[in-house]
């Protein structure tokens, strides 16, 4: 299969249409079979649920082609249960996880061209939606939803790439207490977007939300969640309700653990203590880990001993196994990698 003739090193994490999308839609209680679709566009009624109310969730996961030329996903099970929990939690029908890999494997199949070569830095961004499409005035659910993934070619989600970004600590909320921070709603994006904005011309890369209860705590970005590593190289985590729970960080977690030996704790931080950490980053499927060099608190300045020129020592380690194991050269725990072609 010929690729197609991108500059695959030098995309950002921008939307490239491809060929093939998949699509499937919930009429009377049930899914259609579905079907893949060179259409990429949408037509809904002008009182949608998705137009009124918001009512619509999405997930993001990777394609890579690995050192050995195969083309594999990484984890999709994970992606297909998260979206029937945030599914539940926004009254919406659960897409079933077998269908949910099934088509993200015919998408990626119909899309093989676009797959960025080993190498390139660069992969294939997958992403599945649903919304409600039926239309909808008072306030509830719609009847009618329509289940998409498109898939995109993508570089880095931080300009700089592996170099350390600075953010700033939001006066903004991304999520309420008994909320819904923990799924991936796209309400939750619509709340960032004017803290993004500020943040952006204020000359920061993201933010660091704090919880909302309480604001003394360490959640997570606008996209990615946080770890931090001590000056004795423990491997620290922000556990909240509040926060998408990753599955680059449970991920990451495993490797800490498993692969290069390191202690890690998942608990409570307080901002308090972040200055006292040797290395932080974010960590997710767009950000994969992008490492944080400075963090601006209201006039004070946190500086990790890390630096602002490239990643500290323990967050590369935990970069080079993850994506080690992404592009096949490190051997993967069972069921991470699912070959596609
Ligand atoms: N937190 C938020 C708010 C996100 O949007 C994402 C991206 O999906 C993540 C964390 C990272 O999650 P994952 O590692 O599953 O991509
Ligand atoms: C992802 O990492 O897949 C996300 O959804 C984050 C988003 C901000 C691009």
Same mark, same amino acid.
């Given at each position: 299969?010929?690729?197609?003739?991108?500059?695959?090193?030098?995309?950002?994490?921008?939307?490239?249409?491809?060929?093939?999308?998949?699509?499937?839609?919930?009429?009377?209680?049930?899914?259609?079979?579905?079907?893949?679709?060179?259409?990429?566009?949408?037509?809904?009624?002008?009182?949608?649920?998705?137009?009124?109310?918001?009512?619509?969730?999405?997930?993001?996961?990777?394609?890579?082609?690995?050192?050995?030329?195969?083309?594999?996903?990484?984890?999709?099970?994970?992606?297909?249960?998260?979206?029937?929990?945030?599914?539940?939690?926004?009254?919406?029908?659960?897409?079933?996880?077998?269908? /949910? =890999?099934?088509?993200?494997?015919? &998408? +990626?199949?119909?899309?093989?061209?676009?797959?960025? %070569?080993?190498? *390139?830095?660069? #992969?294939?961004?997958?992403?599945?939606?649903?919304?409600?499409?039926?239309?909808?005035?008072?306030?509830?659910?719609?009847?009618?939803?329509?289940?998409?993934?498109?898939?995109?070619?993508?570089?880095?989600?931080?300009?700089?790439?592996?170099?350390?970004?600075?953010?700033?600590?939001?006066?903004?909320?991304?999520?309420?207490?008994?909320?819904?921070?923990?799924?991936?709603?796209?309400?939750?994006?619509?709340?960032?977007?004017?803290?993004?904005?500020?943040?952006?011309?204020?000359?920061?890369?993201?933010?660091?939300?704090?919880?909302?209860?309480?604001?003394?705590?360490?959640?997570?970005?606008?996209?990615?969640?946080?770890? /931090? =590593?001590?000056?004795?190289?423990? &491997? +620290?985590?922000?556990?909240?309700?509040?926060?998408? %729970?990753?599955? *680059?960080?449970? #991920?990451?977690?495993?490797?800490?653990?498993?692969?290069?030996?390191?202690?890690?704790?998942?608990?409570?931080?307080?901002?308090?203590?972040?200055?006292?950490?040797?290395?932080?980053?974010?960590?997710?499927?767009?950000?994969?880990?992008?490492?944080?060099?400075?963090?601006?608190?209201?006039?004070?300045e946190i500086c990790f001993p890390s630096g602002m020129e490239k990643m500290g020592p323990v967050i590369q380690k935990l970069y080079d196994t993850l994506t080690g194991i992404q592009m096949g050269k490190i051997e993967a725990p069972e069921g991470w990698i699912k070959r596609i072609l």
């Amino acid at each position: 299969m010929e690729k197609k003739n991108i500059d695959w090193s030098n995309i950002g994490f921008g939307y490239i249409p491809t060929e093939k999308r998949y699509v499937s839609n919930f009429k009377n209680g049930a899914w259609d079979e579905g079907c893949l679709t060179e259409d990429n566009k949408i037509v809904m009624s002008e009182c949608a649920g998705v137009l009124q109310y918001a009512q619509t969730c999405f997930e993001g996961l990777k394609a890579y082609t690995t050192e050995d030329g195969h083309i594999v996903v990484f984890r999709p099970d994970l992606n297909a249960q998260r979206m029937v929990d945030s599914a539940k939690r926004l009254e919406m029908p659960e897409f079933p996880v077998e269908r /949910f =890999v099934e088509a993200i494997t015919e &998408v +990626v199949k119909a899309n093989a061209a676009y797959v960025p %070569p080993y190498g *390139t830095g660069a #992969s294939l961004y997958i992403r599945p939606y649903m919304f409600g499409i039926s239309p909808v005035i008072g306030v509830k659910p719609a009847e009618e939803y329509q289940f998409r993934a498109f898939c995109t070619p993508v570089g880095p989600y931080f300009k700089g790439g592996a170099k350390p970004i600075t953010i700033k600590v939001s006066d903004f909320d991304r999520a309420a207490p008994n909320g819904t921070g923990h799924v991936k709603a796209g309400l939750n994006y619509a709340m960032s977007l004017h803290a993004i904005v500020t943040a952006h011309e204020e000359g920061f890369d993201e933010n660091m939300y704090l919880d909302p209860k309480t604001r003394t705590k360490v959640e997570e970005t606008g996209g990615a969640n946080f770890i /931090f =590593v001590t000056k004795d190289n423990k &491997v +620290v985590t922000p556990k909240s309700d509040s926060i998408l %729970p990753s599955i *680059t960080r449970r #991920s990451l977690i495993y490797v800490a653990k498993e692969y290069l030996g390191l202690e890690v704790e998942e608990r409570e931080v307080l901002l308090e203590e972040v200055k006292d950490f040797a290395e932080c980053g974010l960590c997710g499927t767009a950000a994969v880990i992008s490492p944080v060099g400075k963090i601006y608190n209201h006039g004070e300045e946190i500086c990790f001993p890390s630096g602002m020129e490239k990643m500290g020592p323990v967050i590369q380690k935990l970069y080079d196994t993850l994506t080690g194991i992404q592009m096949g050269k490190i051997e993967a725990p069972e069921g991470w990698i699912k070959r596609i072609l």
